[in-house]
């Protein structure tokens, strides 16, 4: 069943990665999973590293290994802003497997508390969510 479309798009500091309508958005905030449907309500969301899903249609879904971020939906229109997002067939697991084990190495070595132990966390469950991604 087609559902009513709506513009999404996806920035990072890189610049842009996706700008086109969808019929849903699928992504993980700071309170949990959450869908966007045309329509929605407003809403400002923190975004967690996880799976960015943008269905173009119910068989039709892009795909990507999202960091964290911001999602704006207000004026039915979708705004993503992300420090990175990957396709999934563009990820190498290598090297994701390496960052990660730098990432906790770094968190193991920083001071509790500090603002080098957050950042390491921080990279730490963004290359584990990548790693789902990758399969």
């Known amino acids: 069943m087609a559902r009513t479309k709506f513009p999404a798009e996806v920035l990072t500091p890189e610049g842009e990665l996706f700008n086109e309508e969808v019929e849903m ?15 929605h309500e407003p809403v400002l969301a923190l975004l967690e590293p996880t799976e960015l899903r943008l269905y173009r249609s119910e068989s039709d879904i892009v795909r990507f ?3 964290e971020g911001y ?12 420090e990175e997002a990957i396709a999934p067939d563009a990820l190498d697991r290598a090297t994701v497997e390496t960052r990660l084990t730098e990432a906790r190495a770094a968190a193991e070595r920083a001071a509790e508390g500090s603002e080098e132990a957050a950042r390491a966390n921080r990279d730490v469950r963004r ?9």
């Open 71 to 82: 999602l704006q939906f207000a004026e039915n229109r979708a705004l993503v802003l992300v």
């Open 25 to 39: 958005l699928s992504t993980h905030t700071a309170l949990g999973s959450i869908g966007i449907l045309a329509n």
């Open 127 to 135: 290359y584990e969510a990548f790693l789902k991604v990758a399969g």
């Open 65 to 67: 290994a999202q960091a």
